[in-house]
């Protein structure tokens, strides 16, 4: 199972399998400006890798796990 659960001011949380995640728009700007519509048309293309298509974004589900091990953010 995979999907967009939530949606708030500061960011929105995906479920992928049984583990929820939450995506920060201060790490990810590019969603911040996203619809409702589009933030929840997430597709799970790999087991480590959502992808956003209308956005053009992907994100490695480890990158949200561990968020210290990637110091780059988004731009």
Same mark, same amino acid.
């Given at each position: 199972? %995979?999907?967009?659960?939530? /949606? $708030?001011? @500061?960011? &929105?949380?995906?479920? =992928?399998?049984?583990?929820?995640?939450?995506?920060? &728009? *201060?790490?990810?700007? *590019?969603?911040?400006?996203?619809?409702?519509?589009? @933030? $929840?048309?997430?597709?799970? /293309? $790999?087991?480590?890798?959502? %992808?956003? +298509?209308?956005?053009? @974004?992907?994100?490695? /589900?480890? *990158?949200?796990? *561990?968020? +210290?091990? &990637?110091?780059? =953010?988004? %731009?």
């Amino acid at each position: 199972m %995979r999907e967009v659960t939530n /949606i $708030s001011s @500061i960011g &929105f949380w995906v479920l =992928v399998g049984d583990k929820e995640y939450f995506v920060p &728009f *201060a790490d990810y700007p *590019a969603f911040k400006e996203a619809t409702v519509a589009e @933030i $929840s048309a997430m597709t799970q /293309i $790999s087991p480590s890798q959502l %992808r956003w +298509e209308n956005l053009d @974004i992907d994100i490695e /589900i480890e *990158a949200l796990e *561990a968020p +210290e091990n &990637f110091p780059l =953010v988004f %731009r």
